[in-house]
């Protein structure tokens, strides 16, 4: 049986969400770009393959595209938004990391969360993002490097 819209966007959103949010940290903006994601999911649904893992995939990969398009957008780089996270139920470490994460670079930040909270191998990260597998390895490192100097600071 084909997963349905709904099926799928039940059991995707969340991950989207914090993908996308691994690249914006702002939650806000991380529900617009959700809402978009899943948008263009609906336009080409019938076209999508069945398998939820491969549709995964393939969400990741908008989600990515449309976050780097905000972050590059003129709106986002000529505006500064300052978002108040104690609004939000986040543990005290959430929050610290939270704060750390906005100090590097946003592919980085989204190599790091592929491979750590997604679990997803250099080789599938590599196939997600479209670059070679050793670029994913020292940004891997890179990104271990850079939160590590930031938190000891």
Do not use: C
């Amino acid at each position: 049986m084909k997963n349905d819209f709904t099926t799928v966007y039940n059991t995707l959103a969340s991950d989207i969400f914090k993908l996308i949010f691994s690249y914006t940290l702002n939650i806000q903006d991380s529900k617009d770009i959700l809402q978009n994601v899943f948008i263009k999911y609906f336009k080409n649904f019938k076209r999508y393959p069945n398998d939820i893992t491969q549709i995964k995939k393939i969400l990741i990969r908008i989600a990515s595209n449309q976050s780097k398009n905000f972050l590059t957008s003129k709106w986002h780089t000529s505006t500064t938004l300052l978002e108040d996270l104690s609004n939000y139920q986040l543990a005290n470490e959430e929050v610290k990391l939270i704060k750390e994460l906005r100090k590097i670079s946003y592919k980085y930040r989204i190599t790091i969360y592929l491979y750590y909270y997604e679990g997803y191998k250099i080789n599938e990260i590599s196939d997600i993002l479209k670059i070679k597998e050793s670029t994913v390895k020292q940004r891997l490192k890179r990104a271990r490097e850079k939160l590590k100097n930031e938190m000891e600071r």
